[in-house]
């Protein structure tokens, strides 16, 4: 995890030089077994009610509209915003993942169901997985 001026005094982090972000998350590692590319989510999901404001339910169709995988139950005591990993990282690499395809066409091609369903994250392979933004509240 990386913040840009995570913490007062905190030494500058080269990683953000030259880079429009405020933050950064990077996770490497291996599935112990192999998984299906369309059981893995990345999102938020919350043991509590959360008050949501008028006209939200707007905003969640037209992010349904922008993003067909993104799985939004808000109606409930325990609301979720989750969306299928292959299509929510702005950066993953390991097999089965072309290295050379601009990560907007690898969330796009990732938005197909069918497409997500055949990918296999395999067992004992290392992957690398980065979500950053240059907005964070």
Do not use: Q
């Not at 938020?44 to 905003?59: E, Q, R, T, Y």
């Not at 993104?70 to 292959?86: A, G, V």
């Not at 395809?101 to 197909?112: A, I, Q």
Request: glycine content about 8%.
């Amino acid at each position: 995890r990386r913040v840009h001026g995570d913490a007062e005094g905190a030494p500058a982090d080269p990683y953000f030089n030259d880079r429009n972000r405020v933050f950064s998350m990077r996770i490497e590692g291996a599935f112990r077994y192999d998984v299906c590319g369309d059981d893995i989510l990345y999102g938020a999901s919350f043991n509590v009610p959360i008050g949501f404001p008028p006209g939200f339910g707007l905003a969640v169709r037209f992010a349904s509209t922008v993003d067909p995988g993104l799985r939004i139950d808000w109606k409930t005591d325990t609301p979720s915003f989750l969306s299928p990993l292959l299509c929510s990282m702005n950066e993953l690499y390991g097999p089965g993942i072309d290295p050379d395809m601009p990560s907007k066409t690898r969330r796009k091609l990732f938005k197909d169901d069918e497409k997500r369903r055949k990918f296999v994250f395999r067992a004992n392979e290392r992957y690398v997985f980065e979500i950053y933004g240059n907005v964070f509240n």
